[in-house]
């Protein structure tokens, strides 16, 4: 640039020239240095790992497993190992004796009085003192214990499949959101096209005009017409810069700097899994699998509940009968439901309700799945015939284009005309970048549903 000043001719014509060329070559070297941001290209498997291994949901189907499996063995020590507890318990029931016509306060009425006010002798013994360790072993519960297990197993696998489901639709916003970064940075190109085709005929025309071949007002068209592709630049700069943040966040990547965006080319996924093995029917086998058990658990109410225990310890009523009122003490204690008003009845009438609601959203999205993913492939096709259609015509713009700033430079064509197929091509250009852009979102929402 420096160069170019020193050379410039003195005359109004030379110097009014070489601002021109100074200002087109400063617009161009700076689109072109933005053009390519500092370090190496990020594609799309990048921010996709990145976002699979920053996703808290990774982190939850890896903990759910672990979780289940604790809860488990803790369902195993409850049902099935013995359990021990320390019981203590004084009970002081004070009581105003009347014997021997005196009234007094006592701490607990004797066993030879007959007249006192306080609780009846009969019913708290008057006081008690207890503490002792007790043993208690559940008997005969390796079913209960089965039971609530594959309940506690069949919830923790119904998470980790949310989160899986969770984690797939991050998968398909993180391509979404990629899509769209690379569609701004193809609108930059095109922009940038533009204006170093407007930044060499505006040179041409600045000669022309110097030689009064051409009108002045040409130039002043021509200049119009590159202020309003610098502002389409910075809109496009702009909604680049705001969607790759969002990408970043997205993806769990703390990071607030440019970076270049690689092209990217999905590719259709082959034939999905059959219905039954698909991601998204998995959800209601689970949701079949956890009714079930629930309903196994609530059927281990009405197995006998068995158990033995054994304690030794202290248990009185008078203090000082403490020192001869040490002992031990085993038996056995069983409970079972023998009537509760058909509760158990209902319980089965609403599972097997719940169980066709889950086989009913299952047969739905068998029927409706394979429509949709059609109905994606028509529009993938009809999408691929309109950009070969669109290129074709791009292809016809640049000739029109050419033809025309050859007729401009002779003074056979007014500016207007090349400013008008100019704006043309830059419609063509965007919609051409819009279709592709288009095209891989359906690409990237087929194999969404095909997983």
């Given at each position: 640039m420096l160069a170019a000043m020193l050379f410039c001719p003195l005359t109004p014509h030379g110097r009014s020239l070489c601002l021109s060329l100074l200002l087109i070559t400063s617009l161009l070297s700076s689109l072109a240095g933005w053009a390519q941001p500092a370090g190496p290209a990020r594609n799309l498997d990048f921010y996709l790992v990145q976002a699979r291994d920053n996703s808290p949901l990774t982190h939850e189907i890896r903990n759910q497993g672990q979780a289940a499996q604790l809860e488990t063995e803790r369902l195993?020590?409850?049902?099935?190992?013995?359990?021990?507890?320390l019981v203590a318990n004084y009970t002081f029931v004070p009581v105003l004796s009347q014997d021997n016509g005196r009234t007094q306060l006592s701490y607990s009425a004797d066993a030879n009085s007959n007249r006192y006010v306080g609780y009846d002798l009969a019913l708290s013994n008057g006081a008690l003192y207890q503490g002792y360790a007790q043993v208690t072993q559940p008997l005969f519960s390796q079913k209960r214990f089965e039971a609530y297990a594959q309940q506690a197993q069949g919830l923790a696998l119904s998470q980790q499949n949310l989160a899986r489901l969770s984690l797939h639709d991050l998968e398909r916003f993180v391509g979404d959101q990629y899509i769209l970064c690379r569609q701004?940075?193809?609108?930059?190109?095109?922009?940038?096209e533009l204006l170093d085709i407007l930044g060499r005929q505006r040179l041409l025309v600045q000669k022309l005009v110097d030689a009064s071949l051409l009108k002045r007002s040409d130039y002043l068209l021509l200049n119009i017409?590159?202020?309003?592709?610098?502002?389409?630049?910075?809109?496009?700069?702009?909604?680049y810069h705001r969607d790759l943040l969002n990408l970043n966040v997205l993806c769990g990547i703390g990071d607030t700097s440019e970076v270049a965006l690689a092209p990217t080319e999905?590719?259709?996924?082959?034939?999905?899994?059959?219905v039954g093995l698909s991601g998204f029917t998995e959800r209601y086998r689970l949701d079949s699998l956890v009714l079930m058990a629930n309903q196994r658990v609530f059927e281990t109410r009405y197995q006998p509940l068995v158990s033995a225990f054994a304690n030794s310890g202290l248990n009185a009523v008078a203090l000082?009968?403490?020192?001869?009122?040490?002992?031990?003490?085993?038996?056995?204690?069983?409970?079972?439901?023998l009537f509760d008003g058909h509760q158990r009845q209902f319980s089965r009438d609403r599972t097997s309700v719940l169980l066709e609601t889950t086989r009913a959203y299952q047969r739905n999205f068998a029927t409706v799945n394979p429509v949709r993913q059609q109905q994606l492939l028509y529009e993938l096709r009809q999408i691929e015939g309109r950009q070969?259609?669109?290129r074709a015509q791009i292809a016809s713009y640049r000739q029109v284009l050419d033809s025309y700033k050859r007729e401009t430079i002779a003074g056979q064509l007014s500016v207007i005309f090349y400013v008008q197929v100019l704006k043309n091509y830059a419609v063509a250009a965007r919609d051409l970048v819009l279709l592709e852009n288009n095209r891989l979102l359906l690409v990237n929402l087929y194999n969404y549903w095909t997983w």
């Open positions: 195993r020590a409850f049902y099935t190992k013995a359990t021990g507890t701004d940075l193809d609108q930059l190109s095109y922009v940038r017409e590159v202020e309003t592709q610098q502002i389409f630049l910075n809109t496009y700069r702009t909604a999905l590719s259709l996924r082959g034939q999905g899994p059959l000082s009968d403490i020192p001869r009122r040490f002992g031990a003490s085993a038996g056995l204690s069983l409970s079972m439901y070969r259609l669109a």
